[in-house]
């Protein structure tokens, strides 16, 4: 019999009836317990001991008292309440068992679906042909008009053109595109030394909220250097578009926590170093990237 879910073990009447056991008893009763539950069936006198997880030594001093417990037959342990017990959830399951076939022969002689051996009914036979069909009469049936608009009211007509107004006549000038570099892939490319914002960047920022105060690009060649000399070591793909956006945010972001960069790189990587006006102005560091093969 396969292993049951679940095993009935009143506490109280437990106690009761071992109240006497000592701390090694009570673990092998309950262990022999476990077993005839998980196996459905008397436990053999030849491997009681191992089953109780007890040498042959240890076993000789607990077995006349868990004895008391089990009705001995000469090869085999029964024990009356677990076997009672299994009897129930045979039963159980055995009743279970037939409903399910007998739901599942239930189902199996129902046919599959009744034809219908009379005549169509009124509507039936109007669900069987369009509406526009000219066998049907009634005159709600047909709708010669194909113009929808004749068909509103007055006062729809109105409201659909006042939902729907007519088209701008000088819309604004879309942004102008420009095509990608020549390491692009896909629109997308990598950003490189050379790179710069395309000649409206100051008045795109602007449409993305940004705005740009300072020299007529919006940037210094310092600011541009450090930006490009970052995200050239990323060898991240984005659009045209998406490098002027990161590079609008980065100069906003810079000049909002100080007059001028704090020396940290784009996305908080670095340490804060203190900047002079000389240090700033000083471009020599861009000669020795450079040198170094990064620019």
């Given at each position: 019999m396969a292993a049951l879910p679940y095993m009935q073990l009143y506490i109280a009447d437990y106690l009761a009836d071992t109240m006497h056991l000592s701390t090694e008893e009570h673990g092998a009763y309950l262990l022999l317990m476990f077993n005839y539950w998980q196996t459905g069936k008397p436990l053999p006198k030849s491997r009681l001991a191992k089953i109780a997880r007890l040498s042959n030594e240890r076993w000789t001093t607990v077995e006349q008292t868990l004895n008391e417990f089990f009705n001995d037959t000469g090869t085999e342990w029964i024990h009356e309440r677990i076997e009672a017990d299994l009897e129930a959830v045979k039963a159980k399951q055995m009743q279970r068992s037939e409903a399910g076939k007998a739901s599942a022969m239930k189902r199996k002689s129902k046919p599959a679906s009744r034809a219908s051996t009379g005549p169509a009914t009124t509507v039936e036979r109007?669900?069987?042909?369009?509406?526009?069909?000219?066998?049907?009469?009634?005159?709600?049936?047909?709708?010669?008009?194909?113009?929808?608009?004749?068909?509103?009211?007055?006062?729809?007509?109105?409201?659909?053109?006042?939902?729907?107004p007519p088209p701008i006549e000088n819309p604004p000038a879309a942004i102008p595109s420009y095509p990608p570099p020549a390491n692009s892939s896909g629109g997308k490319f990598v950003m490189t030394a050379d790179w710069e914002p395309d000649p409206d960047f100051q008045r795109r920022a602007a449409l993305w909220g940004r705005t740009l105060d300072g020299p007529a690009p919006g940037y210094t060649a310092a600011e541009l250097a450090e930006f490009t000399a970052y995200w050239a070591a990323e060898g991240k793909f984005f659009h045209q578009t998406q490098w002027e956006q990161k590079f609008s945010r980065h100069l906003v972001q810079c000049r909002a926590s100080a007059s001028r960069p704090t020396g940290r790189l784009p996305g908080g990587r670095g340490q804060p170093n203190e900047l002079t006006d000389a240090d700033w102005n000083d471009t020599t560091w861009a000669d020795q990237l450079r040198d170094e093969g990064i620019l």
């Open positions: 109007s669900l069987q042909r369009p509406l526009n069909d000219p066998s049907n009469k009634r005159s709600t049936n047909i709708d010669t008009d194909i113009d929808i608009d004749t068909d509103l009211k007055p006062h729809t007509q109105n409201a659909r053109a006042q939902n729907f």
